[in-house]
């Protein structure tokens, strides 16, 4: 008997170096199932167990791996007359890969109670032919020749059902129909031993998280379906950079980012102080420009006018006097009194109005002068004390005026 074909090596497995101790498997699985048939052997109901990636310490050779033990179980569904045993590496999907299968076993506990073991015996035939197929086993799928019967070589060579699946998209099977009597509400139960090792050749994507920054390299090779590397493989460098936010130089950025930002900030916030003040002494210019007018006018206007009224009231006075009419020389003389009177207050008005008088000597002045006639009037003498040289300050400076009265300094009259 000539050994099989090698197979094609389909099978695609990843790795990230720096960050996987291993190759992986692109997720595939195979499958055991335990099925039910009608009388015109269409299929009711089926039970199905993944065989998913490798089997426990599986070794990459069919004729060696440990056997790992596997069962399906299920009632009997009405109107099944038959059931059978399928082993299959994927009729969906992509799987590569390769599944034995050993001791197969059907377990039944009938409806009445009795309970009955039916062992599935898988031999060459006699003489021994790998193209005969073992009694009520046959091959199905999609290709057949994937399908083989190997000598299984511990604890005693046996035989043995393998399949090695090396195309994607077309697989292999082994089904059993056994001659066993069964009725509705009996229960079923499959048992094997198995070893496998399933992946995919078909396209992926591999997703991984939380990987530092560095050079890493991803490999992508393709294996025997097996699981034994070909050596061929394809290589991706790949950057992983320092995030944005553990970044030095961007922290750096922005600190200056931000530090001008605030600089720029208080330099407009200066400049928006700046206009206020300016607007602000806009207007105190433009008030005292009235102020000075008012006073102009003022003086100009109704201080001469008031002036000559009070000149030609004197004269009157003078020639009532000529006369000697006394009720006549006093009216006239309250008048003129009164004219001088108003004078003055306007002269006061005048000067309050007039800009150039804000200052603390004139007012000083302004208030000595009429104190001393308050005084005078009175016949009181007077006595004056002005608080250092305030010749300068503003007379409206409240700098000024807190100052002096921290020093204790006052205006006696």
């Given amino acids: 008997m000539g050994a ?40 009711i109901d089926r039970v199905e167990v993944e065989l998913a990636g490798d089997s426990p310490e599986w070794n990459g050779n069919v004729q060696t791996a440990p056997m790992v033990a596997g069962r399906a179980s299920a009632v009997v569904p009405p109107s099944a007359v038959g059931l ?16 034995a299968v050993d001791d197969v076993r059907f377990v039944i506990e009938h409806a009445t109670g009795r309970r009955s073991e039916h062992a599935v015996a898988v031999d060459f035939g006699d003489p021994p032919a790998l193209d005969r197929l073992p009694r009520n086993w046959t091959k199905s799928g999609t290709k057949l020749s994937m399908s083989r019967l190997t ?16 195309e994607p998209v077309r697989y292999g099977s082994w089904l059993h129909i056994p001659e066993i009597a069964i009725a509705p509400g009996d229960r079923v139960t499959l048992t094997w031993s198995a070893a496998w090792s399933f992946g995919s050749g078909d396209e992926a994507t591999a997703d991984y998280e939380n990987l530092k920054p560095g050079t890493y390299f991803f490999r992508v090779g393709a294996f025997y379906p097996n699981g034994e590397p070909s050596g061929v493989e394809t290589v991706l460098p790949i950057e992983v950079y320092v995030p944005l936010y553990l970044r030095r130089d961007v922290w750096a950025g922005a600190a200056a980012l931000g530090l001008v930002g605030a600089i720029t900030a208080g330099r407009a916030a200066n400049v928006r102080r700046m206009k206020r003040r300016l607007a602000e002494i806009e207007r105190e210019h433009a008030l005292e420009q009235e102020r000075a007018r008012i006073a102009r006018d003022l003086h100009d206007d109704v201080g001469a006018g008031l002036t000559e009224i ?18 006549m020389s006093g009216r006239a003389d309250r008048v003129c009194q009164s004219a001088v009177e108003l004078i003055r207050s306007v002269d006061a008005i005048v000067w309050a109005v007039n800009p150039k008088n804000d200052r603390l000597d004139r007012f000083v002045g302004y208030l000595t002068q009429s104190a001393d006639q308050f005084v005078r009037a009175a016949g009181l003498g007077r006595r004056e004390a002005c608080p250092g040289d ?17 020093r204790g300094r006052r205006l006696r009259l």
């Avoid at 045993?85 to 590569?96: E, L």
């Avoid at 000598?151 to 090396?166: A, C, F, G, V, Y």
């Fill in 4 to 43: 099989p074909p090698r197979p094609d090596a389909s099978r695609l497995r990843y790795r990230l170096d720096g960050f996987d101790a291993a190759w992986r498997d692109i997720p595939a699985t195979g499958r055991m199932s335990l099925g039910f048939v009608d009388e015109e052997s269409g299929l």
């Fill in 84 to 99: 059978h045993a399928n082993v299959i590496t994927s009729y969906v999907g992509s799987a590569v890969g390769e599944v």
């Fill in 151 to 166: 000598m299984r070589r511990s604890p005693e060579p046996h035989p043995i059902l393998t399949i090695i699946d090396d």
């Fill in 310 to 327: 009070a000149v030609q009231t004197d004269w009157l006075r003078r020639d009532v006097e000529r006369l000697q009419d006394t009720e």
């Fill in 390 to 406: 305030g010749r300068a300050a503003p007379c409206g400076d409240r700098r000024w005026h807190r100052r002096d009265q921290r």
